[in-house]
């Protein structure tokens, strides 16, 4: 039964992710058009966080070994998630935070996948040193976005205003953000710890 649930969880998610980017990066009608459009949005960890995710349920569900993409893309939408609830939510207000895409990019996704990986999906155990790969999708955005601002500066580049701050501040907050995704991996992790004993195998992706 939970493995049923868990499928249909991920078909959920893999349509609703796709379906909103298609959405709003085409501006058709449906699950609400509120947001970038165009493929200028692919730069947003939002919506990268909600395809990456979307991408693994698919292949999740149709059988593909994704253990490990599995817990990194649960990380990053977690990230997405508590981002959207602890600090978007109260300087840019929960209704605009919610509303439209917003709603299912933000809270419906991240929710289904959070569900799925800690009550549902319970095939695979994680090891300590494995919620480090976790953090590799945060880490790589990280280096795309200061890439895009020392390439063709901060003007229109930086998208959460981390410039401002200049390179010092902006270094503290990017190991900040990198400290919360792993600490996100970790808590996911707590309930799919791999028992000591089987700590030396090393399982498939």
């Not at 599995?70 to 508590?82: D, E, L, M, N, R």
């Not at 289904?112 to 790969?133: H, I, N, Q, V």
């Not at 701050?165 to 992790?189: K, T």
């Not at 000591?196 to 195998?201: C, L, N, S």
Request: aromatic share 14%.
């Amino acid at each position: 039964m939970r493995e049923k649930v868990s499928k249909v969880m991920n078909l959920l998610i893999g349509i609703i992710a796709v379906a909103v980017w298609l959405t709003v990066t085409f501006g058709l009608e449906g699950l609400g058009t509120k947001g970038p459009g165009g493929f200028g949005n692919l730069r947003y960890f939002t919506v990268l966080s909600n395809l990456f995710q979307a991408v693994v349920s698919l292949a999740y569900l149709f059988g593909g070994k994704v253990r490990l993409w599995k817990y990194a893309s649960t990380t990053a939408i977690a990230f997405t998630f508590c981002i959207a609830l602890f600090f978007l939510g109260p300087t840019r207000g929960y209704a605009s935070v919610y509303s439209g895409a917003n709603f299912w990019s933000h809270l419906v996704v991240p929710v289904l996948a959070m569900a799925d990986f800690l009550f549902f999906d319970r095939k695979g155990t994680y090891t300590l040193s494995e919620s480090l790969f976790a953090v590799i999708p945060m880490l790589l955005y990280g280096l795309f976005y200061a890439g895009t601002i020392l390439i063709g500066g901060a003007e229109g580049n930086d998208l959460y205003g981390f410039a401002r701050f200049g390179p010092g501040a902006s270094a503290v907050i990017a190991i900040a953000l990198l400290a919360v995704n792993w600490g996100l991996a970790v808590l996911l992790r707590l309930p799919r710890r791999r028992p000591k004993e089987d700590g030396k195998r090393k399982p498939a992706l």
